[in-house]
């Protein structure tokens, strides 16, 4: 009889193996002659070597399936087990409006017009600066673009960027070192990151720079190349933070830079670098520029109403 051990990575075998190992004891019922043994994240198999063969392929068929849509149920197992090895393109939803099937499934997507066109212009150029209030879906589906150009490999890494300058708090009163410091300015990014990234995943791909997030200080000298790169915040960069972020583009690069110029934290006589680069970059072929309003809010119904009262104020 022959062994063979398999290591699950960049899994959680919890949510692999399913709910009282439901996935294990399929593979059992497919598999009859084999011995399968499961700890932790490794997976000890006996048998003969053709059926051990055939096992690790369609274990690697539902891995492959998991890592796309991050679920596992009965059925689809049940699908790739006796396929003939094309469930990819078959199962599961595939609509074209799809973005990333997030955590537990969650499909990600554009939900308003302008969030669609963000994505329709990303499509078609290299650059793109998106523009609106507050809850207006700039960031989260900036990195939907970018986990989506992740997975389908367009490109090889996912940088993620913002200025940390204080809203009316001072930073240097807040404790810890300096990635404490910075990680409350970076968790909008986070958190769209964990909606879209399973757990242990999100944390090897930061851990290996896959994905990595930065104030944008730590960005001067660097050439990003294969890169998704999401400038968020913008609206508080200077003209020469604006300047260096914008020439740091390598090959094969994708760049958006999302702000919202009515939320501005700089000193006030302090011209926004967003503002200059809207003007200065409006008809350059291959960036775009898309400006959201509050008819593109996705959060609590109220905030459509309280971005409206603003505009009245700032009007008067």
């Known amino acids: 009889m022959n062994e063979r051990i398999i290591e699950l990575t960049e899994i959680n075998p919890k949510d692999f193996f399913g709910a009282h190992n439901s996935t294990i004891e ?39 399936y998991f890592n796309r849509y991050n679920k ?116 909008p990014l986070y958190d769209a990151l964990r909606d879209m990234i399973p757990h242990e995943k999100l944390e090897s791909y930061l851990e290996k720079g896959v994905i990595q997030i930065a104030p944008l200080a730590f960005m001067r000298g660097r050439t990003l190349d294969n890169a998704f790169v999401i400038l968020d915040e913008a609206q508080n960069t200077t003209h020469n933070q604006m300047k260096m972020f914008l020439t740091r583009m390598g090959k094969n690069a994708k760049f958006v830079i999302n702000g919202d110029p009515g939320q501005i934290d700089l000193p006030r006589k302090q011209i926004s670098g967003l503002k200059e680069s809207l003007l200065a970059l409006k008809d350059i072929d291959g960036i775009a520029q898309i400006y959201l309003d509050d008819k593109d809010v996705i959060r609590h119904r109220l905030v459509k109403s309280i971005i409206s009262a603003y505009k009245g104020i700032e009007t008067v």
């Open 26 to 64: 399929q593979l059992k019922r497919y598999f009859p002659k084999i011995k399968i043994v499961a700890r932790g994240s490794k997976l000890r198999i006996y048998g003969e070597s053709d059926l051990l063969k055939e096992f690790e392929k369609r274990l690697g068929m539902l891995i492959k």
């Open 72 to 187: 596992l149920d009965e059925n689809s197992i049940e699908r790739i087990l006796t396929s003939t090895g094309k469930e990819e393109k078959s199962s599961g939803v595939k609509a074209k409006d799809i973005l990333v099937h997030g955590v537990n499934g969650k499909h990600i997507k554009a939900q308003t017009e302008n969030q669609r066109k963000m994505v329709s212009m990303m499509q078609k150029n290299d650059m793109l600066f998106a523009v609106g209030p507050a809850g207006t879906g700039k960031t989260y589906t900036a990195v939907a673009l970018a986990v989506k150009a992740l997975k389908e490999k367009e490109v090889r890494r996912i940088i993620l960027t913002r200025p940390a300058v204080e809203s009316g708090e001072n930073l240097g009163f807040l404790p810890g070192d300096l990635k404490e410091k910075l990680d409350p300015y970076m968790q």
